[in-house]
Structures are given as C-alpha cells and as structure tokens.
C-alpha cells in the first residue's frame, strides 16, 4: 500500500504586485512601476545608491536641510508647535536634521512616518526613538498614494500644534504630472488650512549629470533596475533571467524626466508561474521601470498653488540643482 501523495503547495502572492505585472507586461510597450525596487534587497541597493558619488540627489537635498532646518521649520510653524509627518519615510537620514532642529526649537517633537510597511515603521520608532530620545514616533501605516482621498488622515492634533508633511527626496517626481497633482490633493484633504507640506524636487540640468545618476559606473543602479525581475522570480514564481536584460536610463528631453528600462538582450520567453503568465520579448524590446520627472524653477510651486496650497518658500543649493519648497494648505 503507498502513501498518499501529498498535495502540491499552494504558491501566495500580493494580488497588488500580481495585477500590475500582468497589465503592465502585457501592454505595449512594456512597463512596470516603480514600487516594486522596493522590496528588502532593493531598499538596500537605493540606500547604496544613495551615497554613490553619481547621486547628487540626496547629499544636495540634505545640504538645504544642514543649512535651512531652522529657517524652514520657524516658516512652517505660524508661531505654534509643530508635528512633523512624512510619506515614505525609508531610512529618514535627511529628516533627523529636521527633527534635531524641532527638538531644539520646542523640546519634543512628534514624527508621524507615513508607509505601506509596518515592519519598516516599527524599525523607524525604534531607531529614531533611541537617537533621539525627545521624539515620539507615532507611525501611520497607509498606502499615500492610493485613489480615496478619505484614506488619508495624520489624525488629531494638540490644540497648540500645527502640521507640516514631508515629501521629500524628489519622490514626486516619480509620479506623472496628473497623479503627481492628484496625489497632493489628496494629501491636501487630509490638512487642516495653516498645516504646511515641504516638497523636495529634481531641478533640471545637463544630460550627462543626470544620466550619470541613474547609470553609476560601479552598477549598483543597474543591479537595483534588475532587481525588479528577481523580484518577480521569487514573488510569482518567474524564470526571468536577470542577466539577459540590459539596464539602460537616458534623458527624455520633451518629457523632462529621466527614463529607466530593462532592455532584452535577445529574443527570448519568460514566465510567470503564479499567473499562468507567459512574456515574450524581441531583441531589443524593453520594461521601462521608471520615470523621474526634473522640475523647471517655479514649476514646483505651481503644482502646490494647483493643488490647494499657497507656495510659501523656496530653497535651493549654491547651483541651483534641487529645490525644497514650502506650501501652506490654503481655503478652497
């Protein structure tokens, strides 16, 4: 007598990666958004990213924030004291100049980390708690970016405290225009009128800076695009070989942004086992991965004003590469 076979395990998926990957290669031309980089290998090839010397991004943003913390926070406030949220928080490096600066200003200080991720918030609190013992941590745990402008609400404040939202890093940038502004919007509805939000922005400049950016001559930025497929291979059971596509980023002139593709580097098939899925590429055809849109000086401040905010203040550094802007939610 043999045993009974033993049924075949079942295979669970985030249906919300599922159903991006199969409308996004199944369109043409092929796409995928870039929220899927971010699972734990990824989060840690943009923390690499990063510190590379290519990326000007982050260390001329934090260069406004060593200069401006004060500044900043003393315009935000309206004389009141201030909480301090922020979307997508990541390793929040920049936001502990901001947060060192309020705790210097008012003694304590609430942070409210905005994210998909409570495993990533929790590691926040604990971190940011321990450096900086005068902050409370209240994490909110929450898709920003969703479509329901509801879905959005910091919850109530100290009758003494103002707000101020953080979207830093030139994370807008990976929005296109349209849900760039509705995504304000919806933050917008969350506010109170007198809350402040601080927009962090990519300023264009010449093509060779940015395109080294986003193409750093040690790979790591190619590592992280691939990464996505890897993503996929052990997510929705995927045979993707990360290796037969090419990482390619160039400069979208007309579009003003910076383009990221996984570019085939032959004609070949993939698929996706958790969807019965199959792909096929031609040599040559690319996934493009990701957008970063470059803001024009003003342009920034118009998407506030467009949005329900009154454009307040701008920061730049010494070239003039990135700018943080503040906006205060204003009457409809």
Not at 17 to 46: I, M, Q, T
Not at 142 to 171: C, K, N, P, Q
Not at 251 to 263: F, I, Q, T, Y
Request: proline share 4%; glycine share 6%; charged share 25%.
């Amino acid at each position: 007598m043999s045993a009974a076979a033993s049924p075949a395990p079942v295979l669970q998926f985030d249906e919300r990666v599922a159903n991006v990957v199969r409308e996004g290669l199944g369109s043409r031309p092929k796409r995928l958004p870039a929220w899927l980089f971010y699972d734990c290998a990824g989060s840690k090839l943009f923390e690499a990213i990063t510190k590379l010397p290519e990326y000007y991004l982050t260390r001329t943003e934090r260069g406004i924030f060593l200069r401006a913390s004060e500044q900043i926070l003393e315009r935000a406030s309206n004389g009141r004291r201030l909480r301090i949220a922020e979307l997508g928080a990541g390793s929040a490096e920049k936001t502990r100049l901001l947060l060192k600066a309020a705790v210097e200003r008012q003694g304590t200080v609430v942070y409210e980390p905005v994210d998909v991720s409570a495993s990533a918030l929790d590691g926040a609190k604990r971190r940011i708690e321990r450096e900086i013992p005068a902050v409370t941590v209240a994490p909110r745990v929450m898709d920003y970016t969703d479509g329901d402008d509801r879905r959005f609400h910091l919850g109530a404040m100290d009758e003494d405290e103002s707000r101020i939202v953080l979207y830093i890093g030139s994370s807008i940038g990976n929005f296109e225009p349209h849900q760039a502004a509705r995504l304000l919007r919806r933050v917008r509805a969350g506010l109170e009128i007198g809350d402040a939000m601080l927009l962090g922005v990519d300023l264009v400049k010449d093509e060779a800076t940015l395109v080294a950016a986003y193409d750093d001559a040690q790979g790591v930025t190619a590592a992280f695009n691939r990464n996505v497929l890897v993503r996929l291979n052990r997510e929705l059971d995927a045979d993707f070989d990360a290796e037969a596509f090419a990482h390619r980023a160039v400069w979208n002139k007309a579009a003003s942004r910076m383009e990221m593709h996984l570019v085939s580097r032959i004609a070949q098939q993939a698929n996706v086992g958790a969807l019965d899925f199959a792909v096929e590429f031609a040599a040559g055809e690319s996934i493009h991965t990701e957008n970063s849109y470059k803001y024009r000086p003003g342009q920034a401040e118009a998407l506030l004003k467009e949005t329900g905010f009154r454009a307040e203040a701008t920061w730049t550094d010494p070239r003039g590469w990135f700018a943080v802007c503040l906006g205060r939610a204003s009457s409809p």
